[in-house]
């Protein structure tokens, strides 16, 4: 199948506005489909060259057409925590987020739930996501389940949790540790699956559930790892008096061999220059939650800073579901937009793409998979159109570059700009 539209796969980080050998953009542009893959991509006429006599054309001009979006860390579970309105991440974990995930110890409402997920996530062009799950494994089993049969690259893992939270979301050391090695076994490499090692946070697992989590990693050293670090000062405080031989909080999950490339830390607010330091030198992935960072008032993440440090760190950025306020990637970047507003700091349009795209697969060590439109990589995009509503498309009469574009997709469109969703080749938002 040849698919012909705009299309913009980006090649490196951009340094600025006007950095154009970062990406790749063709106004009439086309990408040659087989098997779930990209098999060629380029200018139409090019690709058209390429493609067996009497091909299948389908024609997106005028809409862009980039890789899928990747959101790097939310939780499934947590679909119906939306909106909870709480104080701050204590009070909101307590009252209604540990509260809703126990419901997840029953297949049946896990399998429900991951149908809405999978259909949220094609309805907002996320192509890949990373996700917790409860730390029912019936939970995990009903993701991976429905992740399967879209055939989906997705990473997911079974939250270990033994200590702090009701008694229906608590495991033991023992059974964390059982139970991961049961999900790696039933479900990593299987499809398009892939399992992350998931210790919630230092609050909810006891120093021996720590000990059985680096032990899953010195055995399964390829396997990602996701947890919360530094995002607001309370879980800070509660976090060091739990663990007092730590230096401060990275250090918790430096003592436990948790930091590292594979290694992604949701939130990393409120990091010290010696935490920032240790974030760089293990090459571990600050995660930023935008929606959820403000909607929680857990504070400014420094993305710029971050990036622009003599040892500078790894970032990312993800919707953090049910913390996070919205499905969208467009909408979680147009908050990051603001977060570095309010920092006087700017964040242009073609890093705002890069981070959704292939800075988020890099974050991953997945971009030789996922996030570009280069041939030999999955077939996951997105066709785009930045007069999808009335307004957008007053707009969108005024706008003559690219990069205006692009913005106006990000400050004003959501699920209604994606006009498809294609994964693995084939187009998944139509009919939803
Ligand atoms: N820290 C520990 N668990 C959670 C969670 O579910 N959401 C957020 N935002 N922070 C957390
Ligand atoms: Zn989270």
Redesign the pocket.
């Known amino acids: 199948m040849l698919i012909r539209g705009r299309t913009l796969s980006f090649l490196r980080k951009p340094e600025s506005l006007d950095d154009h050998a970062a990406y790749a953009y063709e106004s009439d542009g086309a990408l040659l489909i087989a098997e779930g893959l990209i098999l060629a991509s380029g200018a139409y006429e090019t690709v058209k060259a390429q493609a067996p006599e009497g091909i299948a054309e389908i024609d997106h001009r005028p809409h862009l057409i980039l890789p899928g979006f990747i959101d790097t860390h939310l939780?499934f579970p947590?679909m119906q925590?939306i909106g909870s309105y709480a104080a701050n991440?204590l009070e909101?974990?307590n009252t209604y987020?540990f509260p809703e995930?126990c419901r997840f110890v029953e297949s049946a409402h896990a399998q429900r739930i991951a149908t809405h997920f999978f259909d949220e996530m094609i309805r907002h062009g996320t192509t890949t996501a990373v996700a917790?799950c409860s730390v029912h494994k019936s939970s995990v089993d009903a993701f991976f389940a429905e992740a399967l049969r879209r055939d989906m690259r997705m990473i997911a893992g079974k939250v270990m949790m033994d200590r702090n939270a009701p008694q229906g979301l608590l495991d033991t050391p023992e059974m964390g540790y059982d139970e991961t090695r049961a999900v790696i076994e039933e479900w990593h490499g299987k499809g398009r699956n892939h399992v992350a090692i998931t210790p919630?946070?230092a609050?909810?697992s006891t120093p021996e559930q720590m000990r059985a989590t680096q032990t899953l990693i010195q055995e399964f050293p390829d396997l990602h790892v996701q947890?919360?670090l530094s995002?607001?000062r309370d879980?800070i405080d509660f976090t060091c008096s739990l663990y007092p031989e730590a230096q401060d909080y990275t250090d918790v999950y430096a003592r436990y061999g948790m930091l590292g490339p594979k290694t992604l830390l949701?939130?990393c607010i409120h990091l010290s220059e010696r935490e920032m330091d240790v974030m760089s030198d293990t090459g571990s992935v600050a995660v930023h939650?935008p929606t959820?960072n403000l909607f929680?008032g857990?504070g400014l993440f420094p993305l710029k800073k971050l990036g622009r440090r003599a040892k500078p760190v790894r970032v990312s950025v993800a919707t953090?579901i049910?913390?996070?306020s919205s499905y969208s990637m467009l909408r979680t970047l147009d908050e990051a937009y603001k977060i570095q507003q309010l920092q006087g700091e700017r964040l242009n349009p073609f890093e705002s793409y890069h981070l959704m795209t292939r800075g988020n697969a890099e974050a991953l060590s997945l971009a030789d998979r996922i996030g570009t439109l280069e041939p030999g990589t999955d077939a996951d995009f997105v066709v785009l159109d930045m007069a999808a509503t009335p307004a957008m498309a007053l707009k969108a009469e005024v706008v003559n570059s690219l990069a205006d574009e692009l913005f106006l997709l990000q400050t004003m469109g959501d699920d209604r700009a994606i006009t498809e969703t294609y994964v693995a080749g084939k187009a998944v938002k139509t009919g939803l």
């Open positions: 939780h947590q925590v991440l909101w974990l987020t995930e917790y919630r946070f609050i909810t947890t919360h995002e607001n879980e949701g939130h939650c959820s929680l857990s953090d049910g913390g996070g």
